[in-house]
């Protein structure tokens, strides 16, 4: 198999570069690959340099996906920090295979990590990628969608998700560079999504169909979910984490509240944000609730003895430490978000 790429280079730095795959254009020989660049309609690259012209290369790295049956695929991304030996492939990614087309649930960290992802599935199916579901804003699951708004995707998200990622787009893509590498990112652009979801939305993939619901202010202000009743898997992103300490960007007690709403739906599998990366329903949620509930608790303590949060944040959940990866690096964050939200209550 050969596949299409652009060579692309920073301007401010000619000699950082990357090939960034285009997508749609795989074909079994080199030739008839070479024939479709006479055709070629390119996405938009103009923020660099292209010093040659597109080129066709063999099949580039491919991400590793489990096949959990009834047509739902899944890739664990390591219980990791971002950094330049992962290039963001720190999150959980899905797909689903329909009789009509394919939806992809999360995208990755960055369009190399998106690419990896695509190249799987097309292996998988040549079934067109209807959607992407982008399940919240935060970078490591966002940064991949390029590759799929690219393949003719509708991105799919909250309806506060194209606000929330506009008004952090300089932040995440300034940390997503400096942990991974300028050359890694090149090409990842933020996607806002076509479709935004606030009421329920139904996604007909062709003999099946993903159910996706928008939640209130939880793991984050913009929190998704997408289920699927053909095999009663629910996609829960980062409402539902497993291994990897939890992280708060929203709200604690409105967590709590959703997973007790999450639990009410018929799945008997979930597919989390990060861990799993398929653990039985609702049964796995006992940690994360057990985790938040002694978030809270913690917090309501130290602000009813006066503990300032500076100190506060050194104590706080500090007897889950033996149960969470990158406990150090989440819980103090968790800390100052709980203790911020439930001081003034």
């Not at 992280?247 to 409105?254: E, F, L, P, W």
Request: charged letters at 20%.
């Amino acid at each position: 198999m050969f596949e299409l790429v652009a060579s692309l280079c920073l301007i401010a730095a000619a000699d950082v570069c990357r090939d960034v795959l285009i997508p749609g254009h795989e074909s079994v020989s080199r030739s008839e690959c070479q024939d479709r660049i006479r055709t070629l309609s390119l996405p938009d690259f103009s923020a660099y340099r292209q010093p040659v012209e597109p080129r066709c290369v063999p099949l580039g790295p491919t991400a590793d996906f489990v096949d959990v049956g009834g047509g739902v695929f899944v890739h664990r991304g390591q219980i990791s920090d971002v950094g330049p030996f992962n290039f963001g492939d720190v999150s959980n990614v899905a797909f689903v295979v329909g009789d009509r087309s394919i939806a992809v649930i999360d995208a990755g960290g960055s369009r190399k990590i998106g690419e990896a992802v695509y190249r799987a599935i097309r292996q998988t199916s040549d079934l067109p990628i209807s959607h992407l579901v982008l399940t919240h804003m935060h970078p490591d699951h966002v940064f991949g969608a390029s590759v799929f708004a690219d393949a003719g995707a509708r991105i799919v998200g909250h309806r506060k998700l194209a606000r929330a990622l506009g008004d952090r787009a300089e932040s995440y893509t300034t940390s997503f560079t400096n942990r991974m590498g300028a050359a890694a990112f090149i090409g990842t652009r933020i996607v806002a999504p076509d479709l935004e979801v606030d009421e329920p939305v139904e996604l007909d993939l062709g003999g099946r169909t993903l159910v996706v619901r928008a939640w209130p202010v939880s793991h984050s202000h913009t929190d998704i979910t997408a289920f699927d009743g053909k095999t009663g898997t629910l996609f829960a992103g980062d409402l539902m984490f497993h291994l990897h300490t939890p992280a708060v960007d929203g709200s604690v007690r409105g967590w709590q509240s959703v997973l007790k709403d999450l639990a009410a739906i018929p799945a008997r599998q979930v597919v989390p944000g990060h861990g799993g990366p398929i653990l039985d329903w609702p049964e796995s949620a006992a940690p994360l609730m057990r985790y938040l509930a002694v978030l809270e608790a913690d917090t309501r303590a130290a602000i009813d003895r006066g503990v300032s949060l500076s100190k506060a944040v050194d104590v706080i959940g500090r007897s889950e430490a033996a149960n969470w990866d990158l406990f150090d690096l989440f819980n103090p964050r968790n800390a100052t978000v709980a203790y911020t939200e439930l001081e003034w209550e």
